[in-house]
């Protein structure tokens, strides 16, 4: 009886231990409001067990394997005043209070659709693995992700050795290949906030995203949703207020989609503390087309048809236009943009110095791009924050302040 026991006590411990043996992915996301969740993708026939201050506590099924995503994916919401989490004998990244080191970037993946085609197998012409591999060496707080992360769309040409044998297509080979295998240690270094890019839109890979990434729980019986309402992470003096603009086109004006940023702007300036307004595609940012520099979406610049809504707004981040760039405008009612879409795929051409460019009507006061791949490090110091925009191999660039609604980056 007592060797029964013993066998039926050693299969309860090693169910948990399987489980944690076949977690594919894990990392630590805020959710709207500021919650930290632990969320992981496993093979194991049920969800890990996560550690937190000492005692084991079960993960929840988020959504069960399904013909694209034979995987189970797994959620924790942790406790507030949690010190400690663990997963697999691997420790969760967790923030308590302001963070002090900000990581941004976004449009990270590999670009393979159709005849345009990026070199997934050469570093220097797919570089996010390292990018990722060098931020996370900075040891930062946070993670913010502007978005894009799946670019690997269609399948890649017979015999071009760029891309084969690589997997496309919204399901978890292709998503594993583009986001969660090469950003693997920046997913343990910091938790982030995640936002939604134009190529998690409903036709591309949206119900992927929505899946692993999005902040609202999983329906299996819904369809995709086009749009999510705005939402805040309050992190002591910074507060983020995350957007999904993903459909919002460049060149039209959506009147539809118009009425839903309109009501997302006009929660943004209900807001009593400063945010920092954190979306995919910029309002204003620059691009040069056809030898002329153009920018501007029309959906949203029509959807903010009261620039006094961006009154508590200190700064924009955003991604969408693949460079760096740091943009002060002529209206004073206007917060300064960082675009930060130099995370991966390939990169857009905008002119160095900015400083007068007309987007759209806004014109630009002072502003610069720098072109190349790379990633920022924002630090809060002397009551604002230090901004080392890094190459991908980690190398700094440019030093860029911002403090009191400005960006400063010096020209030389």
């Known amino acids: 009886m007592r060797c029964v026991a013993l066998a039926f006590a050693t299969m309860i411990l090693a169910a948990p231990a399987a489980a944690q043996e076949q977690t594919l992915a894990q ?70 209070g302001t963070p002090q080191r900000i990581l941004v970037f976004g449009d990270t993946g590999c670009r393979i659709k159709g005849t345009a085609i990026q070199d997934c197998n050469d570093p220097k012409q797919w570089p996010f693995p390292e990018i990722a591999a060098q931020a996370a060496k900075l040891k930062p707080d946070l993670v913010i992700h502007v978005g894009d992360y799946l670019y690997r769309e269609s399948p890649c040409p017979e015999g071009d050795k760029r891309c084969a044998g690589t997997p496309w297509g919204d399901n978890w080979p292709a998503w594993d290949a583009d986001f969660f295998a090469p950003a693997s240690p920046l997913l343990a270094a910091a938790p982030w906030v995640i936002v939604r890019g134009n190529h998690e839109d409903c036709e591309r890979s949206g119900p992927g995203w929505l899946r692993l990434l999005g902040p609202d729980p999983v329906n299996p019986v819904a369809g995709c949703t086009g749009h999510l309402p705005l939402y805040t992470v309050p992190l002591g003096d910074v507060n983020l207020a995350v957007m999904d603009d993903a459909d919002a086109p460049d060149t039209t004006v959506d009147s539809d989609l118009r009425t839903e940023y309109e009501a997302d702007f006009t929660a943004l300036s209900k807001s009593k503390t400063p945010l920092w307004l954190v979306a995919h595609r910029p309002i204003w940012g620059a691009v040069t087309l056809f030898g002329l520099s153009v920018g501007g979406n029309r959906t949203l610049i029509a959807a903010l048809s009261n620039q006094s809504w961006l009154a508590s707004t200190s700064l924009m981040l955003g991604g969408h236009i693949h460079t760096f760039e740091a943009l002060n405008y002529d209206n004073k009612l206007l917060p300064p943009q960082i675009i930060a879409g130099f995370g991966g795929d390939a990169l857009d051409a905008a002119p160095a110095d900015l400083s007068g460019v007309n987007l759209s009507g806004t014109r ?49």
Request: charged share 15%; proline share 7%.
């Open 364 to 412: 630009v006061k002072s502003g610069l791009s720098i072109g190349g791949f790379g990633f920022l490090l924002m630090t809060h110091e002397h009551g604002g924050w230090r901004i080392d925009v890094h190459r991908m191999n980690g190398a700094i660039e440019k030093v860029c302040r911002f403090a009191n609604r400005r960006l400063d980056c010096p020209k030389a």
């Open 27 to 96: 990392w630590v996301q805020f959710a709207p409001g500021g919650g930290q969740e632990a969320r992981a993708v496993t093979a194991a026939a049920a969800c890990p067990s996560v550690t937190v201050d000492g005692a084991a506590v079960a993960m929840t099924e988020r959504a069960p394997p399904s013909t694209y995503f034979p995987v189970r994916l797994c959620s924790l919401v942790l406790p507030a005043h949690a010190k400690s989490a663990t997963l697999g004998g691997k420790a969760l990244p967790l923030i308590t």
